[in-house]
């Protein structure tokens, strides 16, 4: 194990019918608040009346901007830390998924910054400080409800940088596993292959003697996958998604990956393909993970080894490790296609053209488990477009 | 799975030399402090030494209070507030296990309290303010680094009382595992199997729906008693004591008991007992364990199979589902002699006399899988006793 420091302050609270105790929460915290959010779903479920009646009882005033598009765009922080300036806006509440939390982070930064947010992602700058973001999920998936990182797509540019700073970390997060109940199918199953693939990154290590996190990792895959099969089929069904809704943070919120290095190669990759295509992200996860599994498994046969065994439920014992390993991939294959998870990147429309060696060039150095250079990249491209 | 809340504010830092940084970690918090700890060993291992000269480079000026023993004293406790008002105190540092962490957070809360602390104790009194409490953990095992909890015995009236509270939580805690390579052999079995019951209390529910949290403590458990093993017999590894160092935090930061009910019967009981016998805390635990499994499992056959076969790794298949408890069970009495714990109370003093009756009255209502009436609790403390 590696030292490692861990703390998570977000205070999270899970249960039915909590958001409509928003603005009772936020009370102590703000008089003044941006509501934002993605689509109109949040109107046609209730839970948008339902937020505004909380917080008009409570007295705390709102300014709204909704809209929020998958690959949260940086136009729309433009616009949300425009207002927050305006309005002397005091906390941003999120009310959606991943996308409208790293927008909201975004704005919650971008409320005190004097230049332009995008150079904070583009040069890593330090912040010094951040409005609080409060989140009501309506999708699990991101994490972004106790990370401390923020995704957002300069659509301009075509690209899409993340920024990590310990002040965007949501204070509180209210997770009702009822709001997941009309989500698409689709949603759902980029949903899981998102979960899953947070503790990919983390789990397939070169760090030794990690049993607790392992542990921890392998059971959550195991939970999330179960779940996820489950609401895939049933999607009102509230244990699951109680569940579901609990490994996806703890996917993300680092508590599985303390104390080792951690590979984030088919996050980074995707990253960069998704500035281009603006893919659906678990999607085009679940498009990337198998391939790079068996691009890279030879640098650490032994970690390929436990996960197919303690993960995927293949027979370890004598047999060929080799096997072993295929037998889990492929057992991974198949459940990302009882999700109807695509098999390749060709279902999303990426081409085997030059795109592909732009890409390869922009992701070259990612990884730590096997560290790709652009030959790598290109390579786990092209077998993850499947011609 | 039930609603509840989450969240673990204590910085928790992890890894070698760290203790060594303890005035710089201060310096933001505090300008003068009570050093807290128990036995002189802190000073033959140098570690005393260390953060002396640590605190002094930074210009934190610190009055000492040494002498906590184990099921700490209230008559310590009492001496430690008085210095804390006398001195103008702004910081508690603990150095060392959880009685020492349990004292330094009820002298913590003393400082502030205007009657006598005991009161807080026996009827649960809401407090307003606590110093901060800083740890430097040289016994894992409590989990008390990372809880709300503080156990003091007042031993006039032997009684040990529990008490929890949100500004208890350590602000910081440092765990160097190369800091527990000096603990004796029975220290460090009481502490593999004290952890062992923070997540049995956890684990054991009758709540349903609880996949993902089911799994982290099995996984967990799994590793403490696999390193535990290991560190019992080799006590200066480096990679076991830093797995055990993460196992117990996690077995107490109540991570693992969120969205269930929990049960705490054999603490409870231990805790009764204790204030009587004066016992080692996590000895007493393996010896009550598996008296109160045979006793209760009928209650809820499905988790302990589930516990036998995920945790004691029983085959589980078509068999006798007692057959896959008992065998569960006699694994883990098996697991407890290899670390030389105690299999029944008698080994510990304890004796079939009136005494047992007095602890089954006092302790009568405790537990959830099975709520305990006082017949009951004076059942698992006979069958502990072994005779």
């Not at 940086?74 to 509440?93: A, D, M, P, R």
């Not at 204070?171 to 949903?191: C, D, M, R, Y």
């Not at 990690?210 to 895939?232: F, Q, S």
Request: with cysteine; proline share 3%.
């Amino acid at each position: 194990m590696l030292n490692f420091e861990f703390q998570l302050p977000t205070r999270m609270i899970y249960g039915k019918e909590k958001h409509k105790e928003i603005g009772q929460i936020l009370k102590p915290l703000a008089s003044k608040i941006l509501l934002h959010y993605g689509s109109n779903s949040i109107k046609k479920s209730g839970v948008y009346d339902e937020i505004i009646a909380s917080l008009e009882e409570n007295d705390i005033k709102f300014v709204e901007l909704g809209g929020v598009m998958p690959n949260p765009r940086l136009t729309k922080v433009y616009e949300g830390i425009e207002l927050c300036k305006k309005e002397n806006i005091e906390l941003v509440l999120a009310v959606g998924g991943g996308s409208v939390i790293d927008s909201s982070k975004a704005i919650a930064m971008g409320a005190y910054y004097e230049g332009d947010i995008w150079e904070v992602f583009e040069q890593g700058k330090a912040i010094e400080k951040a409005l609080p973001v409060v989140t009501v999920l309506t999708i699990p998936a991101s994490g972004s409800e106790s990370s401390r990182g923020s995704l957002i797509r300069n659509e301009e540019k075509n690209k899409k940088l993340g920024y990590i700073n310990s002040m965007l970390r949501p204070q509180i997060s209210i997770i009702n596993p009822e709001l997941f109940f009309t989500l698409p199918k689709n949603q759902v199953a980029n949903g899981v292959s998102d979960m899953m693939s947070h503790i990919f990154e983390r789990y397939f290590t070169n760090t030794e003697h990690t049993d607790v996190v392992d542990g921890l990792c392998e059971a959550t895959l195991k939970a999330i996958m179960k779940n996820g099969l489950i609401v895939y089929n049933d999607n009102c069904n509230l244990d699951a998604w109680f569940e579901l809704g609990l490994g996806g943070t703890l996917a993300h919120n680092n508590m599985l990956g303390i104390g080792r290095q951690q590979d984030w190669a088919c996050h980074d990759i995707e990253q960069e393909l998704s500035g281009i295509y603006d893919l659906p992200h678990g999607a085009a996860l679940a498009a990337i993970t198998p391939s790079w599994m068996e691009y890279v498994y030879k640098d650490n046969i032994n970690m390929f080894v436990q996960f197919a065994v303690n993960v995927m439920g293949v027979e370890g014992g004598y047999r060929d490790p080799e096997y072993i390993i295929k037998e889990g991939i492929s057992r991974l294959r198949d459940f990302y296609n009882k999700l109807n998870l695509p098999s390749n990147l060709t279902e999303l429309g990426v081409k085997n053209d030059s795109n592909l060696e732009l890409v390869a060039n922009m992701a070259r150095g990612v990884g730590s488990l096997k560290k790709l250079d652009e030959k790598d990249v290109l390579e786990i491209l092209k077998m993850s477009i499947g011609n």
